[in-house]
């Protein structure tokens, strides 16, 4: 169920922090600004602080914020944010409550991706959900019996740190599979791919046996109702599905659960500002 009360979604990266207010499901009003990532802790609050600022927040209910690291939840404090240096013990919740009096919730944007998915992607309506981003890593975020679980660290679902062949699922799933398993960038892959050119063909058949063989894992430890796939990789989707649920299927123990499974692809644009702002619509569920 879409919350009908304005929440503030915040998605924070390396390179941008955007916002957007949602209200009635859809967001009213969009910002974003550069992020700041070389500078003192401080410099980086105190920009999205004010990006925050810019927004009227009359009877906005809660902000949502994603970070791309692990966080203590409860608390707010944010651990060893990739790609902003500063940031190794941030008390982000406690700092814009104390300056903007607005309960605040902060989480891992892979958890915010698959809270994304269940109110207002894919997975509406879906009890059990796994989330995936393939970006430049792989994140996992875990909705079980309609609740986000995160286990005690924020740490649960990270599938992508297991090993598998001689390195881990994250190296073979991910942007990593083409920078340092076939030295190149998978949107070069893909226009060769698209020409018809066999090598890059056959990379993504590669790509796709992984994750099939990572989706085996995903099901043995949690046999989710619904899977949705999100981050850049998937763009190439067409070209590893294929392979992909060949390699799922091949030797899985409870061939049955696969006739049940839905895996699908993201579509939501804007999926970190839903997913941050969701924190809310997760709380209160």
Known sequence: MKNKQAILGID???????????????????????TPASAPKEEVLEAV?????????????????????VVDVKAGIVYNA????????????????ERLKIS???????????????????AQGVEN??????????????????????????????????????????????????????????????????????????IFRELGFHIGQFLQAVLYAYDPECIVLGGSVTNAFPLFEEAMRTSLAD?????????SLDIQCSELQHSGIYGAASLYNNQNS
């Open 12 to 34: 924070m990266g390396g390179t941008s922090i955007k916002a957007g207010l949602i209200t009635d499901g859809v967001i009213a009003e969009y910002k974003s600004v550069s």
């Open 49 to 69: 602080l004010n990006l925050i600022r810019e927004f009227d927040l009359t009877g906005v209910a809660a902000i949502g914020i994603g970070v791309p690291t």
């Open 82 to 97: 990739t790609n902003i240096k500063s940031w190794d013990e941030v008390h982000l919740k406690d700092y814009l409550e």
């Open 104 to 122: 605040t919730l902060v989480n891992n944007d892979a958890n915010c991706f698959a809270v994304a998915e269940k109110y207002y992607g894919k």
């Open 129 to 202: 959900i796994v989330g995936i981003v393939m970006g430049t890593g792989l994140g996992v975020g875990l909705v079980i019996n309609n609740k986000l679980f995160e286990g005690r660290n924020c740490g649960a679902g990270e599938l992508g740190n297991l090993s598998y062949r001689e390195h881990n699922f994250e190296y073979y799933c991910s942007g990593q599979f083409f920078q340092d398993e076939h030295n190149g960038r998978g949107e070069e892959f893909m226009k060769q791919a698209a020409a018809g050119d066999p090598a890059a063909l056959e």
């Open 251 to 259: 030797g899985f123990l409870f061939p049955n659960s696969l006739k």
